[in-house]
């Protein structure tokens, strides 16, 4: 075994957007799984229900892919979710909302020329570092606060979908 | 703008170490943040306290650098979060087991030898897929787990350490 001081792995862009999909398919289940009512309004520890959360995920997620492709980044502060009372919080709206971005980014995502998540750029106006680092902060941020809602719905008495089922 | 259909994402390996070590880093200061007897016991929804999650990620990153690096992956029941009453649950052997787990990070990610992240095995005897998707799902399973403690500490009251400060 070689040891080598400096590396780059490989990884086909095929298998980020697959990453990224497998997340948001996950997601999308955990939304499905909460009633009307605890999805609007139910909290604990005075966080946001998880409409909100969702709303936050889809403003990063559309203004976001179109982002990575185009290197136009909204502003933080005109993201939707930054817009107080913007987007509606029933889950049919969210639900549809998040199927319009995953056709989106399944659209888009062939189009993202080769050698572009290496190019550091200030994203939403605040984050300057490679595409890579961005689009891993959508996932991230994506599990850290769908996270929350595996408590919430725990909390309400419901089993939430398995964590490493991505199909 | 060239559209492309078969592309390849080129991180560095550096980016990556710091990726995971970002994260661990935050997770570090959520079991900071808790209160003794709250990291050893407190629960919602009948989930696992705190000290257990944090077991679980100590079970899969230990074996996990070892099993990138060497190809010898611990089987599944044979880990560490899996033996029944293994570990202590106390906030100071944890920070130490972590702290030890960071240090071997750093000191086996330089002799990862290139191309190795792109290898498919089965790692922990179940699953079988590139080594970066097995990494991906380490840090994955560790933002899933640690936003379930950001709801553990808001609801005792506690303010957790900022999302998006990885130093």
Not at 40 to 57: D, T, W
Not at 63 to 71: H, K, R
Request: glycine fraction near 8%.
């Amino acid at each position: 075994m070689t040891t080598q001081t400096t590396t780059t792995a490989l990884i086909p862009m095929e298998a980020i957007r697959e990453h990224w999909q497998g997340h948001r398919r996950l997601t999308r289940r955990v939304i499905e799984a909460f009633p009307e009512e605890a999805f609007e309004s139910y909290s604990i520890g005075g966080m946001r229900p998880f409409s909100e959360l969702a709303l936050e995920m889809i403003g990063m997620a559309e203004p976001g892919i179109n982002g990575i492709l185009t290197g136009n980044w909204a502003k933080f502060g005109e993201l939707e979710h930054e817009v107080p009372g913007a987007g509606k919080h029933d889950k049919a709206h969210i639900l549809r909302r998040w199927d319009e971005i995953t056709e989106l980014i399944d659209r888009l995502w062939p189009e993202i020329p080769e050698g572009r998540l290496e190019q550091v750029e200030t994203a939403f106006g605040l984050y300057s570092q490679p595409i890579y680092n961005t689009l891993l902060y959508f996932i991230d941020n994506e599990i850290h606060h769908r996270g929350q809602g595996y408590v919430y719905l725990r909390s309400l008495g419901i089993e939430p979908p398995a964590f490493w089922d991505r199909r």
